[in-house]
């Protein structure tokens, strides 16, 4: 009987999540399927951002954490190696990226909109080694959004960032919004110093963004959030971004299977698969998915280019 509960529960959701999105003209799917690969150990409860390097899955924690980034093994997902960041704190880190030059850890959380003191902080890839720990010194590029006047602290609004990718020229960030549930999409140059971010294009992202990763090699952005009241998490595909940003055409995509998981980073791994990890919350321990895009970036999205 409970079983059949569920599986009515369940259908209810997936159904409207279609009827709510039936009109979209991002292409809904309306069930994608994640691979669960393992709970995260308690050290990354809190896990915020993603990378993949040197076959390794790199994470950090969020707000008030140590400045460490954690190494994490992909085949038991341990946390092997350690790389503390020297001369700067973890106020509220919320992303982290590569571009295979550099090291990028975005230090920007604005749940109350009223930070000044925006950062991204830079090292160099090279300076993780192959096994072990290490602490480096990193070089900092603080910013502001250039659309944003009001400082005052408030609980809704749409001057909070959790998610950055880079390209080979340039730093991109989806802002998170609390108030309207869509995104702008901002762009920085790669380099220390005081920068504003400029608003560059944006979407109706229907929830919170909250991780992204951009593949060179087939041109792909992912993008992963959360619906705020449900902790419905969610996938976008946007399959032709160029490095204006200019081209934003996207397929979004349902996970009811996983209600109630706050997903937060996403990386690519290879071409058409990601890791993706979500942070603890009272249904779930922390942990970490596979999504594989693969038929559907180089068969479905290129037909429609």
């Known amino acids: 009987?409970?079983?059949?509960?569920?599986?009515?529960?369940?259908?209810?959701?997936?159904?409207?999540?279609?009827?709510?999105q039936s009109g979209s003209s991002s292409g809904y799917s309306p069930l994608f399927m994640l691979e669960m690969k393992a709970e995260l150990p308690d050290e990354v409860r809190e896990t915020s951002g993603l990378f993949f390097q040197n076959g390794r899955l790199w994470t950090h924690n969020d707000s008030g954490g140590v400045p460490i980034l954690y190494g994490?093994?992909?085949?038991?997902?341990?946390?092997?190696?350690?790389?503390?960041?020297?001369?700067?704190?973890?106020?509220?880190?919320?992303?982290?990226?590569?571009?295979?030059?550099n090291v990028y850890v975005g230090d920007f959380g604005n749940n109350r909109g009223n930070r000044d003191d925006l950062k991204i902080f830079i090292f160099p890839l090279s300076a993780i080694p192959a096994e072990g720990d290490a602490t480096v010194t990193v070089e900092t590029l603080s910013f502001r959004f250039g659309d944003q006047t009001n400082f005052?602290?408030?609980?809704?609004?749409?001057f909070d960032c959790e998610s950055m990718f880079a390209t080979e020229n340039n730093l991109y960030l989806f802002s998170k919004g609390w108030e309207t549930g869509t995104t702008r999409l901002y762009r920085l140059p790669k380099k220390p110093g005081n920068h504003v971010a400029e608003v560059v294009n944006g979407f109706n992202s229907q929830g919170l963004i909250t991780g992204a990763d951009y593949d060179p090699?087939?041109?792909?952005?992912?993008?992963?959030?959360?619906?705020k009241s449900l902790l419905k998490?969610?996938?976008?595909?946007?399959?032709?971004?160029?490095d204006a940003g200019v081209k934003l055409s996207h397929r979004r995509f349902e996970m009811p299977q996983w209600?109630?998981?706050?997903?937060?980073?996403?990386?690519?791994?290879?071409?058409?698969?990601?890791?993706?990890?979500?942070?603890?919350?009272?249904?779930?321990s922390s942990r970490v998915f596979v999504a594989d895009f693969r038929k559907i970036i180089f068969k479905d999205l290129k037909n429609n280019k």
């Open 1 to 20: 009987m409970k079983k059949t509960i569920v599986a009515i529960v369940l259908l209810l959701f997936m159904m409207a999540g279609c009827k709510a």
């Open 233 to 242: 998490p969610f996938l976008y595909l946007i399959y032709d971004f160029d």
């Open 72 to 101: 994490i093994d992909t085949v038991n997902f341990k946390v092997v190696q350690r790389i503390t960041l020297a001369n700067v704190l973890n106020t509220d880190w919320e992303d982290v990226c590569t571009d295979g030059v």
């Open 217 to 227: 090699n087939s041109a792909t952005l992912v993008v992963v959030g959360y619906v």
């Open 152 to 158: 005052k602290k408030r609980k809704v609004h749409d």
């Open 259 to 284: 209600p109630g998981a706050q997903t937060e980073g996403i990386c690519f791994f290879n071409e058409g698969r990601c890791f993706i990890s979500a942070e603890v919350t009272p249904a779930y």
